[in-house]
């Protein structure tokens, strides 16, 4: 079994719009490449579904219901795979945490951005599952805001009198 990344605008079909539809054929895609990808999928494969666009994470986990066919909503070469839902990932994955997680050097998602349907090396998905499992990094608080930063000087600081 091969494991797949494929991308979508949440504004266009959310993964919650994949639930709720229960299946879809996923259509429209243009790349050379990404044809490629699609037509090497095969039933019973699994695919990471990733919101592109302003969010920008790893959300979902689906299945790759029926192998490729001809897509009859693009040109000759269009091909389509017919897609289920598995279940959502713990927390999304954002692209962020990808990025910054040395285990994902050389991945197509980084590599290549703009392609919407790339392989996922197994344990880069072993990776994707740890992190989707574990809490959200702290973040830092923002520079500037408080009153710590109100009192800071520029230069060497005023000797002390007692």
Known sequence: M?????????THYAFDDLVRDG??????????????????MRAGDL??????GDVRAAVGIVRIAAGPSPDPSTDAKGVQVRVRPVAPLARPVP???????????????????????????DRMWRRIEAIARAPPPATA?????????????????APRRR
């Open 47 to 52: 695919a990471l579904y990733y919101h592109s």
């Open 141 to 157: 608080a923002p520079a500037g805001r408080g009153r710590a930063s109100a009192r800071r000087r520029r230069g060497p600081a």
């Open 2 to 10: 091969r494991r797949w990344l494929i991308k979508e605008e949440p």
């Open 95 to 121: 692209l962020s945490e990808i990025r910054a997680d040395p285990a994902f050097a050389g991945f197509d998602l980084l590599r290549i951005s703009r392609l919407s349907v790339l392989p996922v090396p």
């Open 23 to 40: 299946a879809t054929d996923w259509s429209g895609v243009k790349n050379p490449t990404a044809r490629i990808h699609l037509r090497a």
